[in-house]
């Protein structure tokens, strides 16, 4: 079983990416799908959570309103769109599964598998 996030690299602030999160082995439609990203020397963050089938998304303030996460389940596949994005915002972003989001756009300690990341640089 693998699972994958893709889609980083270098983009100017205010820019846009998508990333995406894809899955080898396993049903990835059947999970809610969480977002993490970590910057260099900082602690790991969780930035959002979209539970299966249309359950419902979950943001972290401090990407609310820039960011969305959507699936695709023909494609089984999960995306986290960026727009606006900043300095600060560089980071390696990783996505995982759990069986729901409980609510909340940490899964904390629900998480059942880490994807491989991938890097994300805002810069000029």
């Known amino acids: 079983v693998q699972l994958q996030a893709s889609g980083g690299g270098l983009v100017q602030p205010g820019g846009s990416l998508r990333l995406s999160c894809a899955a080898s082995?396993?049903?990835?439609?059947?999970?809610?799908v969480g977002w993490f990203r970590q910057a260099p020397g900082k602690e790991r963050e969780p930035i959002s959570c979209?539970?299966?089938?249309?359950?419902?998304?979950y943001y972290a303030d401090s990407v609310k309103g820039r960011f969305t996460s959507s699936r695709d389940n023909v494609k089984r596949t999960v995306y986290l769109q960026m727009n606006s994005l900043k300095p600060e915002d560089t980071a390696v972003y990783y996505c995982?599964?759990?069986?729901?989001?409980?609510?909340?756009?940490?899964?904390?300690?629900?998480?059942?598998?880490w994807g491989q990341g991938t890097l994300v640089t805002v810069s000029s």
């Open positions: 979209i539970n299966p089938s249309g359950g419902g998304t």
């Open positions: 082995g396993l049903t990835l439609n059947r999970y809610a």
């Open positions: 995982a599964t759990a069986s729901q989001c409980y609510d909340n756009y940490d899964l904390g300690f629900s998480v059942l598998r």
